[in-house]
């Protein structure tokens, strides 16, 4: 059976505060697993203004309504209100996603910072704000995070070699490159090592494979503009044909305003033969006498998102 991995990214207060319970009624409503990946210090949010100097911001922004899923007050964080301390203020909603049955994992510590700033940071930075937000999990947990899902799919060589040394199995840092409808362009895009700097690491990685929905909302693909009312169907043609998938949403977005198409999104993927599971799941279920392709670090841009991501490379 395919599986598609539920990863679940929670970016600010307002989302895991809100969005995370909301997802996990849900999922268990429809019997999904999922891994829910965690900020875990200062909402920024604010400091995504910084953003409009950014090829192709304003463009998503005319796409996707910002104020109407964020909120108002969450795009404040840290220009005209204080940073709420997300671990601190949100630890009992995160530890409800556990409670539940749910995996669990880092996202990052401050995801503005981390998002704009990651890239060209060097050992010790990297280093000390990713052993901040792994003794933060373990504050909020009692044990040690078994997975890591970057923000904004952005890291650095030293970023990879710390998941190593943290010992984690697996983690989903990148994605995989996409025609603009959609569509995956390799047929190898999917779970991999990676060489970084000559050396080829221990953590698997299980890139996303398919677009979210602000990558689609808004856009015109082959004719048709995408909206709330057609994005979910556009998501199942590419999950027509079964393959095992990474989907990202986000606590802010299908946790809140946009909870109506994950519905349908989960309602057609059971439908189409798809066992719904957590990134856990999906590792275990690699085979285990096959060697997993080895790629290059590798940036990208990708149709819908402004800037360069980590994206697994065309070939290895």
Known sequence: MPVIALKIDA????????????????LQRHGANASFLFSLGPDHTGWALKQVFRPGFFSKVSRTSVVEHY???????????????????????????????FECGIHTWDHRVWQDHVRARDAQWTRQTMQRAHQRFIDIFGAAPVTHGAAGWQMNPFAFRQLDAFGMAYASDGRVLL?????????????HLLQVDDIVLNCV?????????DEL????????????????ARLLELTASPRDHVFTLHAELEGQKLAPIFEQLLQGWRAQGYDLVSMGDYYRRLPKDVNLPIFPLHWDELPGRSGQMIVQAAAP
């Open 11 to 26: 970016d600010t207060e307002r989302g895991t505060r809100i969005g995370v319970p909301n997802l996990i009624g849900q």
């Open 217 to 232: 909302l808004g856009r015109t693909i082959a004719g048709a503009a995408i909206d709330a009312g057609n994005i979910a």
């Open 179 to 191: 025609n603009d409808d959609g569509s995956i362009v390799s047929p190898q895009a999917g779970p």
């Open 71 to 101: 909120g108002l007050k969450t795009l404040m964080y840290g220009v005209l209100l204080p940073a709420p301390d997300i671990g601190r203020r949100c630890a009992a909603q995160m530890r409800a996603a556990r409670d539940a049955g």
């Open 205 to 213: 990685q299980l890139p996303t494979t398919l677009p979210t929905l």
